[in-house]
């Protein structure tokens, strides 16, 4: 007869290792859940095509943008020849585990703050810093399954660089390797300064306790010192190329006081965008609403605890400080284009109040916060579940048109006795950028494989496993053969036509 000593258990669950797996697996359950078509079904971007034809293009763009690290990883799978595009669902798995075990782990770093260390409060954090990987941000990184692998490492080193921050009792080395893994991250992905500064300056206001005010100011000031200098060092490393006269696309605008201030009203303008729905992802009042009622809840909180004015003033000043570092790479950008995968510090602003209220509020507070962001989770569940759904079909309606070109390339081999090897392509007067029956064609997600000039020829190249050399057709020639028609479809007929070795194609 098998027994359950009920201490023993007890003592068990107290143990860190215990609560990181066991928070860790149902943070991986809940991820998986709501990513699991990136997990089950193959999907495609614009960037896949291009990266299967020439495996080392990731190379060199990674390069051009300063990310090293990301370059290094795709060249060691170029030399070891391994198709990352083949295995995006180990990298997408991958990428959920490295999330779901870190914020695990800082949830309990978190929840180690709180004055009751219960189950429940345990687990209330866990699902406030859960919104921090359930989130469109981290979507989209799974849809462009390219990145995917060098995406796991980097936000690897991102929850490293916090939780050698939001840890008690730091020591200097704490701050040095909270450092090293920080540069680490923005050598991969620079919009990622944003996340750092907000997570750790929620664990820095809790780890005063919301009263030493002069504690919370000092050690807010060394935050953003670690973050400066990592900063400078990233955008050093951006310049490299080109002090060595290679090819460079930094994103980096001249600086100026003109390029900051138009790229500031830029900013502005979107909010409106962002807030109500962001940019038509999800429903039209959702991340206001949600992220107001999170602030009530804090606000109810820390007025029943009578915080002193200037540690209010702080929280004031911490919250507009967040926002601008959620948007700070943007102020110096060469032109201000915000994806949802750029906005990760975006999600951590919104997780914010939910984390001071989680930890400090009381019980009440706590699952108010939790239920609040619990919904938040389920309605970026329900869009994400619908975009990648329109993703995977957009997909297939690639496939298809780049089977009937395919078929009618081998007819007109097979009567003419040619081989088609070079393919001019022009686009037709507007090209459109998605289907008619794909919704959620926004930004970079859910394109059509053929608006963009990388990807186009390459989709052939993909699903033909046939090398071709693309040209672009001049006007005049264009004009030619195609006149001045503007389709809204594919036409194989009036779209594609061939003369000796070429196809020339007129993409709508």
């Not at 007890?10 to 143990?15: E, G, N, T, V």
């Not at 495609?44 to 990266?51: A, E, F, Q």
């Not at 500064?197 to 820095?204: E, H, P, Q």
């Not at 939910?354 to 989770?377: D, E, P």
């Amino acid at each position: 007869m098998i027994s359950f000593d009920i201490k023993s258990l007890k003592a068990q669950w107290k143990r860190a290792s215990f609560r990181t797996i066991t928070l860790a697996f149902f943070n991986l359950c809940a991820l998986s859940t709501t990513y699991f078509t990136f997990l089950i079904f193959p999907h495609y971007s614009t960037d896949t095509y291009k990266n299967f034809v020439n495996p080392v293009s990731n190379v060199e763009i990674n390069v051009q943008h300063g990310r090293y690290i990301s370059a290094a990883i795709y060249k060691l799978f170029d030399l070891f020849n391994f198709d990352y595009s083949q295995h995006a669902h180990l990298g997408s798995f991958l990428l959920l585990l490295v999330l779901s075990i870190c914020i695990a782990i800082l949830a309990q770093r978190f929840w180690s703050l709180s004055e009751s260390q219960t189950t429940i409060r345990l687990f209330t954090v866990d699902i406030v810093l859960l919104s921090l990987g359930l989130n469109l941000s981290i979507m989209e990184i799974l849809l462009f399954p390219d990145t995917v692998f060098s995406g796991t490492v980097c936000y690897l080193f991102l929850y490293l660089s916090v939780l050698f921050w939001c840890k008690p009792n730091r020591r200097w080395h704490d701050h040095l390797i909270s450092f090293i893994f920080l540069c680490l991250n923005l050598d991969m992905y620079q919009v990622c300064i944003g996340f750092y500064v907000i997570v750790c300056l929620a664990y820095t206001f809790l780890y005063g306790k919301f009263q030493d005010g002069k504690k919370i100011m000092l050690h807010t000031m060394l935050n953003l010192a670690i973050g400066l200098a990592a900063s400078i060092q990233s955008l050093l490393l951006m310049k490299l190329p080109e002090l060595l006269g290679q090819a460079s696309t930094t994103y980096v605008a001249p600086l100026s006081l003109s390029s900051v201030l138009n790229n500031a009203k830029q900013i502005f303008a979107s909010q409106f965008s962002l807030w109500f729905g962001f940019s038509g992802f999800l429903p039209r009042f959702a991340p206001a609403l949600l992220f107001f009622a999170a602030i009530l809840i804090l606000l109810l909180q820390l007025l029943k605890r009578c915080i002193p004015l200037m540690v209010m003033l702080l929280c004031f000043l911490a919250l507009c400080g967040s926002w601008f570092m959620a948007y700070a790479p943007y102020f110096i950008a060469d032109t201000v284009w915000m994806p949802p995968r750029t906005l990760i510090s975006m999600f951590a602003l919104i997780a914010l109040p939910g984390i001071w209220s989680s930890v400090f509020g009381s019980r009440h507070h706590a699952l108010s916060s939790a239920a609040v962001y619990s919904f938040l989770m389920v309605v970026m569940s329900i869009g994400i579940q619908r975009i990648s759904v329109n993703n995977i079909a957009s997909n297939k309606i690639d496939q298809e048109i780049a089977g009937i070109i395919i078929h009618k390339i081998e007819a007109y081999e097979s009567t003419s006795g040619q081989t088609i090897d070079t393919i001019a392509v022009h686009s037709d007067p507007q090209l459109r950028y998605g289907y008619d029956s794909i919704a959620y064609t926004i930004l970079d997600t859910n394109l059509r494989s053929y608006c963009t000039s990388w990807s186009d020829v390459s989709t052939l190249e993909y699903f033909s496993d046939r090398d071709f050399s693309r040209i672009e057709m001049s006007e005049e020639e264009y004009t030619k053969r195609f006149g001045d028609k503007n389709w809204d479809y594919f036409d194989s007929a009036e779209q594609i036509q061939f003369d000796g070795s070429t196809m020339y194609w007129a993409i709508y």
